[in-house]
Structure formats: structure tokens, C-alpha cells
């Protein structure tokens, strides 16, 4: 579904990502694994639109989405979210969910004047959605609250939320467990495993807590100085030399 | 003071006010619901005002001709003369943005702020383009046979009243749906904003010049209050700070705060011109300048006690379907 052919992109004399191909396949949960400075969030970054990557190809379904601005791959249907969760902290939750849908017949100024009806409609429609999403991800009692002054791991939960919103096909997380507490950790787990089941969205997360990808993903990626290491089931990961070495250094062998 | 005085008196200080409330209804579409950092008012405060004058007054001819220079004089309505200047403003807000909206905004401010001041020295400086510092003078004022001319200014408070409602009205709407909830969206988190499908830079510039139009507007409309214009009217402080600090004061993305804003503060200061009026002959001299610190003093008081003014930004602002 998603295809990284050989993408290099650099920071000044640091190769964050090295020639690096890598391929996500449709309907699975994947995991992007690898130590601290592999290039995994740059990746991301570059998947995503915000860094350009200097050589390489990004293929989405079939289409090179290579260096399309960030909110033209939003409308491939491909939405991400971050590490330090990115939400608007002085709107409430609800109106962070009702952001996110495209194309809303109200965004177009003439329309909020000349057309309110057609507005409105989608406007209650757009709200009943949000609504059932928050209720999916048990934040519907906060619907009202700031998103500023939600907990660590319920902004993570919000901006699961949001991406339901998008209807994505493809939803990139990085780092979706940071600072969740285990019961929460749980929750989002479930709520990721009967996304991918249910709504057949594929995921692609990067994850250090490794109960979480584990448990959650197959296969497993891992990453390391800006290339792809290694790739295979939880179990052949576990079991790799190689990968063992990149995280701890040769000294353990 | 006779009491018919006095209510001539306040009539008059809410005539500007009330165009004050104007300009701080376009700032917070800028400021308040953007984050757009947009610190030169004044410039668009300057091309509305001299738009509308150039439109409604005639291109002098005879002897005039000698005296005033203006590069062009339509001789059109007034209402002609507000719009033009609110497309007019529109217009090269949108040619600045092109350049600046790609900026972050401390670079935007100063970009703005010079801005402002170019378009103010050029007015100055180039006196083929509208007199230079001589500036224009007998700008048309509508229905003015209505009323006998000591008690026009009733009927221009009205013309300001319908003007400021309509303005308010207008951005209410927009506000309150999804556009208003994209702009919010860009002023918490710009990054997240465009990953969520929205082109920030399209969704910037429509605020900007809707913004400035709204500014335009306020020109024109200060330029047919007082009839008489010049550069110097245009300074950043007058142009642009006291409406900062009227908006600042009422509350940043809150209009109904834009408003009462623009009026306490302006009832502050024109109150401290009289409270200078009563100091010993000494120090009237400096006056003036007290009183600019006493502006100054007024923003840091807000700024540290009461950040979201008068009247905060109510929490929930997307509220159509309610």
C-alpha cells in the first residue's frame, strides 16, 4: 500500500535517513521499531509532507506522493499523528474533532453568508460524527473541556479521534503509547486492534514500548541509521542478531 | 457646559470609537482569530482613508489645480467610496500577504509595521499622488442637506451604528462555522492544522484581507468623519497601538470585546486630555507624552492582570447547530 523506494534526506552533514525502501501492506499493523536517532520520526516527517526528501520515492496506492505539501496528502487519506501531541489546546474537544473532516461546505466564507442552510446541515452532521467518535473512544463526558487540559493520555486518545474523523485509509502514529498510563495503554491498544479490524485501516506506528508492538503489531520494521535493518514477525525480531546489536552495541554478544 | 453640549460631546467620542470598534473588529479576525501578528493598521487605515477620498471627490480643476494634486477624483457616492476602499485595501492586502504569510509571525509584524510606514512616507512624499503632506480636504459627507450642520454628526453615528452592526454581523457568521474554526485551528497549532487537510497559507490570506478590508472600511469611514485627511494622521500610534491595546483591553477573539474595547479606551483617552487639561502650565507642555505612557502602561496592566481582556474568548465558538 505504501512503498518507500530508497528516500534520502539529510539535516546538514547528518544523513537522518539513508537510502532507505521499506514497504507497508494494506489491512495490517505495522511497526516501526529502532533506537533513538534512527530516523523513524524523519521518515514520517518526509511520508507526510513536512520535509522534502532530497532523493527517492514515496509511492500511496499506486500514486508517487513524493513531496506533495502536507495537506495534500491529507487528502490521500493518509493522516498522522505526533510524538508530542499536536492539539489545539484553546478549542474544545469536540470542535478539534469537527476540524478535521475535508472539504466542509462551511469553510468557504461566501457559503457561511449566502448558503447557511447548506452549512448547518452538514455542520449537525459533522457534530454526529464526532460525537459517535468520541463515544468509540470513551472521551464523550470531555467533549466540552478545553483540549489543553486534558491528560497526557488522553490527548493521545484525542488524536486517535481525530484521525477517525479524517475516514483515513492509512494512519501513521508515532509514538501512540508514550506517557499512557497501562490501563489507557490497554484501551488504546483494543481501539487500534478493532479499527484496523473493522474499518480495514491500515496502520503504521512507531512505538519504543515494546509490550506494545509486540502484542499489537505484525510485521514488525526495524530501523536503524536512517536504513531498514530488519523486518520479519514479532518472534523473528525478538530472535535477530542483528537487531539486538543495533539497539545494545556489540558488546553484548 | 450646557447639557446640549455635552451630548454633542459624547456623540462625537462615540463617532470614533465606534470607527475604532471597526478596526478592532478587523484586527481580531487577524489577530484574534488567525494569530496573525499584523502591526501596521495604519497602512490600511491610510490607503482606506485616501481610497474613499479619491473616490468621492472630483479631480480639481482651474485653479484648484494649482494648489491640490490628486492622481484621480471619481466624484462618486459615498457608499462607492466605503466599498472601494474596503477592495482597495483587500487588494494589496493580498499582494502583501504573497510575500509575508510564509513568515513566522515576529517577522510578519515587522514586515507589516514597515510596510505601514512606507505606504505613510509615500503619501508624504509623492505629492502628485494626493497632496502630499497637505493632504485632502472637503470630503463629501452623505445626506448632509438633511440636517442643519451643527447636528449632522447624529445622522453620521447612525451611518457608523448600521456600518459596525453589519461588519459584526457579518463576522459572527463566518466565525462561528468551519472557516472561523479553520483560522482558530491555524492560531493553536499550524503543523496540525495541515495534517488535517487544510491549506494554511489560502485560509491566512483570506483572513488577512478580510481583515484589512474591514480596515478599509474604518479609514473611509474616519477620512468622511473628519472631512480633511493628511499623512500624519496615519502614525503607528493613532494607526495602529491604541487599537492593539483596545483590542488587547476587550478581549482578543471575542468580538462584542473588540467592541467594548474600542470604547473603554477610548474613553480613557480622551479622559486623560482632560485630566492634562487641569496640570500646572509646566508640565502641560508633556502632556502629551504622558498620556502615550499612560497607554503604554495600560496595555502592560492588561497584558499581566487580565490577558484575555474584558471579555475572553467564550469556549465554545463553533456553535451553529445549538
Known amino acids: ?253 | 457646559m450646557e447639557i446640549g453640549g455635552i451630548i454633542a460631546y459624547l456623540v462625537s467620542l462615540a463617532i470614533m470609537a465606534g470607527i475604532y470598534a471597526v478596526f478592532c473588529l478587523g484586527l481580531n479576525i487577524q489577530w484574534g482569530y488567525t494569530g496573525l501578528f499584523n502591526i501596521g493598521i495604519a497602512g490600511f487605515f491610510c490607503i482606506g482613508a485616501y481610497a474613499s477620498a479619491m473616490i468621492t471627490t472630483p479631480k480639481p480643476t482651474g485653479v484648484y489645480a494649482h494648489y491640490v494634486n490628486q492622481i484621480f477624483g471619481l466624484n462618486l457616492p459615498f457608499i462607492l467610496g466605503l466599498l472601494g476602499a474596503a477592495v482597495i485595501c483587500g487588494v494589496i492586502a493580498f499582494l502583501i500577504g504573497i510575500p509575508t504569510l510564509k513568515l513566522k509571525e515576529d517577522y510578519l509584524a515587522i514586515a507589516t509595521l514597515g510596510i505601514a510606514e512606507t505606504f505613510r512616507l509615500i503619501f508624504n512624499n509623492e505629492h502628485w499622488l494626493a497632496n502630499g503632506p497637505r493632504g485632502l480636504m472637503g470630503l463629501p459627507q452623505p445626506f448632509q442637506g438633511l440636517v442643519d450642520p451643527k447636528n449632522y454628526n447624529y445622522i453620521y453615528l447612525i451611518i457608523i451604528v448600521i456600518i459596525m452592526v453589519v461588519v459584526y454581523l457579518s463576522i459572527e457568521r463566518a466565525i462561528r462555522s468551519p472557516w472561523g474554526r479553520v483560522l482558530r485551528g491555524i492560531r493553536e497549532d499550524e503543523i496540525s492544522a495541515a495534517m488535517s487537510g487544510k491549506d494554511i497559507f489560502h485560509f491566512k490570506m483570506q483572513s488577512l484581507v478580510f481583515g484589512a478590508m474591514v480596515m478599509g472600511l474604518g479609514g473611509a469611514l474616519y477620512a468622511h468623519y473628519t472631512k480633511a485627511i493628511s499623512p500624519d494622521v496615519f502614525t503607528p500610534l493613532y494607526g495602529t497601538f491604541i487599537i492593539w491595546v483596545m483590542l488587547m483591553a476587550g478581549g482578543s477573539g471575542n468580538n462584542k470585546g473588540a467592541v467594548l474595547g474600542a470604547f473603554v479606551v477610548w474613553g480613557i483617552w480622551i479622559g486623560t486630555k482632560f485630566m492634562t487639561d487641569l496640570l500646572p502650565y509646566t508640565l502641560k507642555a508633556r502632556a502629551p507624552y504622558i498620556r502615550f505612557l499612560l497607554i503604554g502602561i495600560l496595555l502592560e496592566i492588561i497584558l499581566i492582570y487580565r490577558p484575555q481582556g474584558l471579555l475572553g474568548e467564550e469556549k465554545e465558538v463553533s456553535k451553529l447547530i445549538e
Open chain 1, 1 to 253: 500500500m505504501l512503498k518507500i523506494e530508497e528516500v534520502v534526506k539529510s539535516f546538514g552533514g547528518l544523513t537522518a535517513v539513508c537510502e532507505c525502501s521499506l514497504e507497508v501492506s494494506e489491512g495490517a499493523i505495522t511497526g516501526l521499531i529502532g533506537p533513538n536517532g534512527a530516523g523513524k520520526t524523519t521518515l514520517f516527517n518526509v511520508i507526510t509532507g513536512h520535509y522534502k526528501p532530497e532523493r527517492g520515492r514515496i509511492i500511496f496506492q499506486g500514486e508517487d506522493i513524493n513531496g506533495l505539501a502536507p495537506h495534500k496528502i491529507f487528502q490521500r487519506k493518509i493522516y498522522r499523528t505526533f510524538q508530542i501531541t499536536r492539539e489545539f489546546s484553546q478549542m474544545t474537544v469536540i470542535e478539534n474533532l469537527m476540524f478535521v473532516p475535508e472539504g466542509q461546505v462551511g469553510e468557504r466564507i461566501w457559503n457561511t453568508w449566502f448558503r447557511p442552510s447548506a452549512v448547518w446541515k452538514q455542520e449537525k452532521a459533522i457534530h454526529e460524527k464526532a460525537i459517535e467518535v468520541l463515544e468509540f473512544v470513551e472521551l464523550i463526558d470531555l467533549k466540552d473541556e478545553y483540549a489543553g487540559s486534558l491528560s497526557g493520555g488522553q490527548k493521545k486518545l484525542l488524536e486517535l479521534a481525530k484521525s477517525l474523523m479524517a475516514d483515513p485509509k492509512m494512519v501513521l502514529l508515532d509514538e501512540p503509547g508514550a506517557g499512557v498510563n497501562p490501563t489507557l495503554m490497554r484501551k488504546l491498544i483494543a481501539n487500534i486492534r478493532k479499527l484496523c479490524e473493522e474499518k480495514k485501516i491500515t496502520f503504521f506506528l512507531i512505538e519504543h514500548d515494546m509490550d506494545l508492538v509486540m502484542s499489537l503489531c505484525n510485521p514488525v520494521i526495524v530501523m536503524s541509521e536512517g536504513k531498514k535493518l530488519a523486518e520479519g514477525t514479532p518472534e523473528e525480531i525478538k530472535k535477530d542478531e542483528r537487531v539486538l546489536e543495533a539497539y545494545l552495541g556489540g558488546q553484548y554478544r
